[in-house]
Nanobody
């Protein structure tokens, strides 16, 4: 069983930045594809960003140019750098791990086996 713990959320003004971190337990982090999802109030959870075991990334169109996903296998950590934040980025952000490492279902919740508890990001306009 892999445990994922997110941190870095908070309240920020529009135009500001935050960096989310997700630390994974266990010794096989480098073999997992990783993803970030978010869920705004009254909305379904949606894909935000994903990163493969080789560092290939994929981003939701609305965050391209503003968000960056990266990973540090030595620290068992995946990051989501969020710049130029907008009010519509307000949501609970979740980290997820795909133990298959295939990255083929990266935009779908079903493609992930483990989830963190989430961290709240609130952007004030």
């Amino acid at each position: 069983q892999v445990q994922l713990v997110e941190s870095g959320g908070g309240l920020v003004q529009a135009g500001g930045s935050l960096r989310l971190s997700c630390v994974a337990s266990g010794r096989t982090f480098s073999s997992y594809a990783m993803g970030w999802f978010r869920q705004a109030p009254g909305k379904e959870r949606e894909f935000v960003a994903g990163i493969s075991t080789r560092g290939i990334t994929d981003l939701k169109d609305s965050v391209k140019g503003r968000f960056t996903i990266s990973r540090d296998n030595g620290k068992n950590t995946v990051y989501l750098q969020m710049n130029s934040l907008k009010a519509e980025d307000t949501a609970v952000y979740y980290c997820a791990a795909d133990r298959s490492g295939r990255f083929t279902t990266r935009t779908r919740e079903i493609g992930y086996d483990y989830w963190g508890q989430g961290t709240q990001v609130t952007v004030s306009s």
